[in-house]
C-alpha cells in the first residue's frame, strides 16, 4: 500500500513538473505590461485598475495626460468613458424599475408621446427594453450624423421624429445593429419619470452613493477638473493633441468623464449584483435587476475561439456578454475622438478590469491587450503576446487604410486638370433628417457645407464623372467622404449620395443613411 502511495505521489510530482506554472500578474508585470503598450501602440496616457473579492488590487496611471502640458496620468485622472456609460443609463432605469416607477415592458411612447418610428407597429410596440438592446431594425449607427463630429444643433427632442425617416436593414428585434440614438432616448425616459435630468439623476442616485466624486456626466463640470486627460491622435502618423468633443446631447449614450478609482467602485458594485457599503447592506439596484442587465437580450453570432471556448456571445443591457473558459464575463468597450476604453468583469471570479486610454488609435488595442493579459493570467492561460498582436493588427489597419485613402486622392490628383461646370452643382439641398446642406462657391472653389453641423464643411475636389471627393476642415477624425450626384435633363445636379472614402471611417459618420435632393 505504501509503494502505490509513493509511486502516486510520484506521478502527481511529475505532472506538476510537465505543466506549464501560471500565476495572477503582479502589479510590477501589470505596470511592465501597461509600458509595454504605450510604447508600442503609440499611446499618450493611460490608466488601469484590478477588482478582485470587493477589494482593489492594482490601480494606477502611466503616460502623460497631454503631450502639451506633460502633466501624468495618475489613478485620478478623469477621461471620458464615451460607450461605457450605457452601463449607467441601465443601471438608472434599473433603480425606476426597483422603484415600481417604470417596467422594462413599459412602451416607449406612453413615457414619450412624440416618439415615431419607421412604421407604425415598431412605434407602438418599442418598450424600454428595446431602446437599450440594438434591436430596433435600424443600421449600424443610423442617425449618429446629429452628434458627430460635435457641434451640431441638434437636440433631444429633434430625436423624437427622426427615426421615421430611416429605412431599416432588417425586422424588428431580429438582428444586432450597434446604436447610440436610443440611448439618449432612454435618457430622456429617465429624466421625465425622475422629475430630474439625466445628469442629476446619474450624480445623485449612482456617483453620490458609490462615493464616485470625480465622477460627472457632460461638459457643465470641466471648468472644476483639474486633472483631466486630453484626447490624442495619430491619424496624421503622428501623435497630436485634438479638441476634446463636446457631449451635448449624448450624455445617455456616452456623455461620463471618470477615473479609474471610481470606476473601481462601480465595478464592485456591479460584482457584487447592486449592493456596496462595508457590509454591503445597501442596494444600489437590486439582485434580480442585476439578472437582467447581464441576460442576453440580443443574440449575436457566436466567434471560435479555442483559446476561450467560448459558447455564446450577445448583448443584454448595456453590456456585451459572454462566456471565457466557462466563466460569464460581461463587457463594454468605449470610444470617443481621442479616447478610448474598456471595462471587463467576470462575475463568477469576482474580478473587473478597467482600462481608460487618451489616444485613437492605439488606445482600445492598449485596453483590449492589457485586458486579455490579465484575464489569461487568471485562466492559467500560456502569455499569447497580446501587445504585439495588437500592435501588429494595427500596423496592418492604417496600411490597408492607407492604401485606399492614397488611391482616392491620386485619383483626384490625376483629374485635377478636367473642366467642369459649377454652377451645375452649386444650390441648397435638403436630408429629411438631417437637414439643409449647401453647395456653393468661394474663391474658385467648389465647397459643401452643412447647416445644422458646422464642422461639416469642406472642399469638393472631382472625382469621376458623377462623384466628388469632400475633405473636410474638421481632421480630428477620418471622415472624409464621396458626394455621388443625379443629374436631371440638362445636366444640373439634382440629388446626392454620400459614403466614407476611408475602410476605417467610425461607424458614426453615417453618410450613407442621407437622401439629399436639390430645393432651390
Excluded at 201 to 218: A, D, E, T
Amino acid at each position: 500500500m505504501k509503494k502505490r502511495v509513493s509511486e502516486f505521489a510520484l506521478l502527481i510530482a511529475l505532472l506538476l513538473i510537465a505543466l506549464p506554472l501560471y500565476s495572477q500578474l503582479s502589479s510590477q508585470k501589470i505596470d511592465s505590461l501597461m509600458e509595454e503598450a504605450l510604447v508600442k501602440l503609440n499611446v499618450a496616457g493611460a490608466s488601469i485598475a484590478v477588482v478582485k473579492d470587493g477589494q482593489v488590487i492594482h490601480q494606477k496611471g502611466y503616460g502623460i495626460a497631454s503631450i502639451s502640458t506633460k502633466e501624468k496620468v495618475t489613478e485620478y485622472t478623469n477621461f471620458q468613458i464615451a460607450s461605457n456609460t450605457k452601463a449607467f443609463t441601465a443601471a438608472a432605469l434599473a433603480i425606476l424599475v426597483d422603484e415600481g416607477k417604470i417596467t422594462w415592458e413599459d412602451k416607449v411612447k406612453d413615457h414619450i408621446s412624440e416618439f415615431k418610428m419607421y412604421n407604425e407597429y415598431v412605434t407602438d410596440n418599442f418598450n424600454i427594453v428595446d431602446l437599450l438592446t440594438h434591436r430596433s431594425g435600424l443600421g449600424l449607427g443610423a442617425g449618429d450624423l446629429t452628434f458627430i463630429p460635435d457641434g451640431a444643433d441638434f437636440t433631444v427632442r429633434d430625436l423624437f421624429g427622426v427615426f421615421q425617416h430611416f429605412k431599416p436593414v432588417s425586422s424588428f428585434r431580429t438582428e444586432y445593429n450597434y446604436d447610440n440614438l436610443l440611448y439618449i432616448i432612454a435618457g430622456e425616459i429617465i429624466a421625465r419619470v425622475s422629475k430630474m435630468s439625466y445628469e442629476e439623476f446619474i450624480q445623485k442616485r449612482i456617483f453620490i452613493p458609490l462615493q464616485m466624486n470625480s465622477s460627472f456626466v457632460g461638459d457643465s463640470s470641466i471648468q472644476n477638473v483639474k486633472n483631466l486627460a486630453a484626447p490624442h491622435s495619430t491619424a496624421t502618423g503622428e501623435l497630436k493633441n485634438i479638441e476634446r468633443f463636446n457631449i451635448g446631447m449624448i450624455g445617455p449614450a456616452g456623455g461620463i468623464y471618470s477615473n479609474v478609482s471610481d470606476m473601481s467602485k462601480w465595478m464592485i458594485t456591479q460584482l457584487n449584483k447592486g449592493r456596496y457599503g462595508a457590509e454591503l447592506n445597501t442596494s444600489l439596484f437590486s439582485s434580480s435587476s442585476s439578472g437582467k442587465m447581464w441576460t442576453i437580450q440580443t443574440v449575436l453570432p457566436n466567434y471560435i475561439s479555442e483559446r476561450y471556448h467560448t459558447q455564446f456571445n450577445g448583448y443584454g443591457l448595456g453590456w456585451l456578454l459572454n462566456d471565457m473558459r466557462g466563466h460569464l464575463t460581461a463587457m463594454h468597450t468605449g470610444g470617443l475622438p481621442g479616447m478610448l476604453s474598456q471595462v471587463m468583469l467576470v462575475p463568477d471570479m469576482k474580478l473587473g478590469i478597467v482600462v481608460l486610454t487618451n489616444t485613437e488609435s492605439g488606445g482600445g488595442g492598449l485596453a483590449f491587450a492589457v485586458t486579455r493579459a490579465i484575464i489569461d493570467s487568471y485562466f492559467g492561460l500560456d502569455d499569447a503576446k497580446w501587445i504585439d498582436n495588437r500592435a501588429r493588427n494595427l500596423s496592418r489597419n492604417i496600411s490597408a487604410t492607407d492604401a485606399v485613402t492614397k488611391k482616392a486622392w491620386a485619383q483626384v490628383d490625376s483629374v485635377s486638370n478636367i473642366k467642369y461646370n459649377r454652377q451645375n452643382f452649386i444650390g441648397m439641398y435638403n436630408d429629411k433628417w438631417f437637414g439643409r446642406i449647401e453647395i456653393y462657391d468661394k474663391d474658385g472653389e467648389l465647397r459643401i457645407r452643412s447647416l445644422r453641423s458646422p464642422k461639416l464643411n469642406g472642399r469638393m475636389f472631382f472625382y469621376d464623372n458623377n462623384i466628388f471627393a469632400v475633405k473636410w476642415d474638421y481632421q480630428d477624425m477620418n471622415c472624409d467622404a464621396f458626394v455621388i450626384f443625379s443629374y436631371g435633363k440638362k445636366g444640373k445636379a439634382q440629388s446626392f449620395k454620400m459614403k466614407g472614402i476611408s475602410p476605417a471611417i467610425d461607424f458614426s459618420f453615417d453618410f450613407q443613411d442621407l437622401d439629399v435632393k436639390r430645393i432651390d
